[in-house]
C-alpha cells in the first residue's frame, strides 16, 4: 500500500541554518504530495503541497519539489529562525485517503 | 463554520468508559476523516466519511471504536470500554471532496483523550 519516510528527528539547528527534511513516498498512480506543520500546542496546517511531477510548492521561504523519478519531496528552507520550530509531517493523498509519514521534530536555537 | 470544531479539547475518563469525541467540519466539506496522535507517533488514519457513508473503516483499531457521520455534517467518534493505550490526540480533518486530488484536508485542533 501507499507509505511515506521521512527523516527521523529531532533535528537540531542553529538560527539561519540551511534546513533539509527528506521525505520519500511509495504510491500506486500520482498521488498529490503536501507537507503539514504542527506548531507547539497548536493543530496540524497545510504548509505547501504540490499535485503533479516536477511542481515546486513554496510558503513562508519553505519549499520541496515533487520528484516522481526520486519518489521524493524533501521539504527546504535557506535561513530558518527560531519560530520555525515545530514537527513536520509529509504526506500523500493518492484517493479520499492522505497518508502521513512520523513527523521529524525540529529545534531552532537562537 | 470557519474552521473544523472538536470538542471536547481535553477528556480524562477512567478506563472502562466510554467516551465520545465530536467534530464539526467546514461548512460544505463532504469528506471528513478522523485520525489518532499518540505521543511522539505520526498520524494514524481511523476512517473517512464521504457524506454520511464510510467507505474506509480500515483504520479502526478495534471494535471498540465506531464513528457516524449525520446530515453529512458533524460527526461523533466513540470508544466504548476505554483503554490506557487509548490515550491520545483524536484529530478531525475535512476537505471539499475527492474532486481534485489536491485537496488540502484542514485539522481540527484535536481532542486530547487521556485514560486513566
Known amino acids: 500500500g501507499d507509505s511515506v519516510t521521512q527523516m527521523e528527528g529531532p533535528v537540531t539547528l542553529s538560527e539561519e541554518a540551511f534546513l533539509t527534511i527528506n521525505c520519500t513516498y511509495t504510491?500506486?498512480?500520482?498521488?498529490?504530495l503536501f507537507w503539514y506543520v504542527q506548531y507547539p500546542g497548536e493543530g496540524l496546517q497545510l504548509l505547501l503541497k504540490a499535485t503533479k511531477a516536477d511542481d515546486k510548492g513554496s510558503n513562508k521561504g519553505f519549499e520541496a519539489t515533487y520528484r516522481k523519478e526520486t519518489t521524493s519531496f524533501h521539504l527546504e528552507k535557506g535561513s530558518v529562525q527560531v519560530s520555525d520550530s515545530a514537527v513536520y509531517f509529509c504526506a500523500l493523498r493518492g484517493g479520499f485517503k492522505t497518508i502521513f509519514g512520523a513527523g521529524t521534530r525540529l529545534f531552532v536555537k537562537a | 463554520g470557519a474552521g473544523v470544531s472538536q470538542s471536547p479539547s481535553n477528556k480524562v475518563t477512567e478506563k472502562g468508559k466510554d467516551v465520545e469525541l465530536r467534530c464539526d467540519p467546514i461548512s460544505g466539506h463532504t469528506a471528513l476523516y478522523w485520525y489518532r496522535q499518540s505521543l511522539g507517533q505520526g498520524l494514524e488514519f481511523l476512517i473517512y466519511f464521504q457524506g454520511n457513508s464510510a467507505p474506509d473503516k480500515s483504520g479502526l483499531p478495534s471494535d471498540r471504536f465506531s464513528a457516524e457521520r449525520t446530515g453529512g455534517s458533524v460527526s461523533t467518534l466513540t470508544i466504548q470500554r476505554t483503554q490506557q493505550e487509548d490515550s491520545a490526540v483524536y484529530l478531525c480533518?475535512?476537505?471539499?471532496?475527492?474532486?481534485?486530488?489536491?485537496?488540502?484536508?484542514?485539522f481540527g485542533e484535536g481532542s486530547w483523550l487521556t485514560v486513566v
Open positions: 504510491a500506486t498512480g500520482y498521488p498529490s
Open positions: 480533518a475535512s476537505s471539499a471532496g475527492e474532486t481534485g486530488r489536491g485537496n488540502t484536508i484542514y
